[in-house]
């Protein structure tokens, strides 16, 4: 009786603190988010489980939450069927959580990020490519292909709004057959989404906010996507063919109307799971997933099938994602992550079981650079220079001209700003005062020449970094970088802002136009509403949309059955049979409906 009092007295309020209503129990959701954290580091603990059997998950949630509140830990959420909880501890609630016999684990509730990066080629070193915005992204540069225009991409035709992803994956046919995703819920744990862009169509199912350190960002239609990662990935899925932003906003060469989605019928859902950095705690992603997973009609929601697409990782396992993940799958979602983008080990969730590890692939088959191998791969989707929506006006389009010619393939810097000069070019020379290799190295390198003018600089053994700033002392209005080898380098990540135009060329526009010196030119950096990116970020949408399209055909198929549709059908590529790069090959949406 005194146990049975405690329990009517405290369920309310531990449910609360759970997130869970008192009539539904068992269904974990999320915390509140609140703009402050409180005292504490986070932790993951996971119970016995079985050591409550004897209880119901109500009962257990309260004995376990009694448990954290006993040690002087504070509960921050708390998932009952899988007996475990987030939590925030001192070093002394930590000991003494730890030596609870109720307890099997205490684990640092980890921080995950986006895989995805904008192309291009980073400042770690003038010559290679090192660290994305995003998940550690290398780009089509370090592969030594330049990265293509919208209407040649490989062993991949595109038109209109077909990107070379649509094309590998034979979107057009499976749209001619009305195989679309409908009545599929395809859920994204991302950095948000921009629900204005026309390529939704304002068709957005679902949004929530699962970042607990924010405030006001709980609209799809307000400010969130800082990061614009979760809007590419969206737009991968779920972009409405006709539904373009027009001229202003279009890449050169892309389609009026944008570009069209691998999977438009579906239900679209947008899990916040990752804040502005594109990182995020485990147990905000743990949240979102289980949200993802409500809208299943066996758990109240609405959806008879659920993917849940998760462009997202980090390199060590947790056993409460593991938990979440194998108890998410046994509801019946079907859950797709990126393998990562180190080109080492697969990451996690990608890694645990019930999970589908998703690799990358370019345009010729070939695995990406960047994509992560291993055993835990299963499939494969178009990855590199992937075309995609970004929030209104937040992407980049640069274009430049010189000596009469209007150059192809111009990528720009993620921190220069957007303008447009028009001015005398000037070679930047070597920083000893001739041309030389016009490589403009030395932190103190300056040419009186390029005040007011475009700086020529050639890519060299020094930073693009050092590069632009010596530019921008020196009093450049505009700099132009072109490569030192065959091909062109897309976008330049810089470490500082600068308030100059800066883009890049290939190796033959640059010197030519250093041939044609003295003569004039154009570099302009504009707004955009698409983007290319790189990563097994971007695959994974791919694979996830695929997935969405086929169950939708075969809606009879459990989330097994469909794996094992996906894998039995996929093009194999690589090693006969399934291998560590490419999993069990490409995915092939209309082989797995139709065996062709």
């Not at 154009?522 to 971007?538: I, Q």
Request: aromatic residues 6%; glycine residues 14%.
């Amino acid at each position: 009786m005194k146990y049975r009092t405690l329990f009517a007295a405290t369920l309310a309020l531990t449910l609360a603190a759970c997130g869970q209503q008192a009539s539904t129990p068992t269904a974990p959701t999320a915390s509140t988010p609140t703009a402050t954290a409180p005292a504490g580091e986070a932790y993951l603990v996971g119970f016995k489980e079985g050591a409550l059997s004897t209880q119901s998950l109500s009962e257990q949630a309260v004995m376990q939450a009694q448990a954290i509140s006993a040690a002087g830990g504070i509960l921050t959420s708390q998932w009952a069927d899988i007996s475990a909880a987030a939590v925030r501890l001192t070093p002394e609630a930590l000991a003494k959580l730890k030596a609870n016999p109720l307890v099997e684990y205490v684990e640092a509730d980890l921080q995950r990020q986006a895989m995805g990066t904008r192309s291009g080629i980073s400042d770690s070193d003038g010559d290679k490519t090192g660290t994305g915005s995003w998940g550690h992204g290398a780009s089509l540069s370090s592969q030594g292909l330049s990265p293509q225009g919208i209407g040649a991409q490989g062993l991949y035709a595109t038109s209109g709004e077909t990107t070379w992803g649509d094309s590998a994956l034979r979107v057009p046919q499976l749209r001619a057959a009305n195989y679309t995703g409908a009545g599929v819920a395809v859920c994204v744990t991302d950095t948000g989404i921009d629900g204005n862009h026309p390529e939704f169509a304002g068709k957005l199912r679902g949004f929530k906010n699962f970042v607990t350190t924010e405030t006001n960002r709980s609209s799809a239609y307000q400010l969130n996507d800082v990061s614009h990662h979760g809007t590419h990935v969206s737009g991968t899925i779920f972009a409405q063919y006709g539904a373009g932003t027009g001229a202003a906003g279009l890449q050169p060469g892309e389609d009026v109307n944008g570009v069209g989605g691998v999977a438009t019928g579906v239900n679209l859902y947008m899990a916040r799971v990752l804040g502005d950095d594109g990182k995020g705690a485990s147990s905000g992603i743990i949240n979102g997933v289980n949200w993802c997973v409500s809208q299943l009609k066996s758990q109240g929601g609405t959806e008879a099938k659920v993917v849940v697409s998760m462009s997202l990782g980090g390199g060590s396992a947790s056993q409460t994602e593991q938990r979440a993940y194998t108890a998410a799958y046994n509801k019946g979602a079907l859950i797709i992550a990126a393998t990562g983008n180190d080109g080492a080990a697969v990451s996690y969730p990608a890694a645990y079981t019930n999970v589908v590890g998703v690799g990358a692939i370019d345009e010729n088959n070939a695995k990406a650079s960047f994509s992560n191998f291993g055993t835990q791969v299963d499939l494969v989707g178009p990855g590199v220079h992937v075309l995609s929506s970004v929030p209104l006006g937040q992407g980049t389009r640069a274009s430049a001209s010189g000596g009469g010619v209007t150059f192809a393939d111009v990528g720009s810097a993620d921190k220069g700003a957007k303008s447009v000069f028009t001015g005398n070019v000037v070679a930047a020379g070597d920083g000893t005062g001739t041309a030389g290799a016009n490589q403009f190295c030395g932190t103190s390198t300056r040419n009186a020449a390029l005040s007011g003018n475009i700086a020529l600089i050639s890519r060299g053994t020094c930073t693009f970094e050092e590069k632009v700033a010596n530019a921008s002392a020196s009093g450049a209005k505009a700099v132009i970088i072109y490569n030192n080898a065959a091909g062109a380098l897309g976008g330049l990540s810089l470490t500082n802002t600068y308030a100059i135009p800066v883009v890049s060329i290939s190796q033959s526009d640059g010197q030519g136009l250093l041939a044609k010196l003295p003569t004039t030119g154009t570099v302009a950096v504009e707004s955009a509403d698409y983007e290319y990116f790189d990563g097994t970020s971007m695959a994974t949408p791919h694979v996830s949309a695929a997935a969405a399209v086929v169950w939708a055909a075969k809606p009879t198929l459990t989330n097994t059955q469909l794996l094992n549709l996906l894998t039995s059908t996929a093009t194999d590529l690589g090693t006969t049979g399934k291998d560590n790069n490419f999993g069990y090959g490409l995915v092939n949406p209309l082989k797995a409906i139709t065996g062709n």
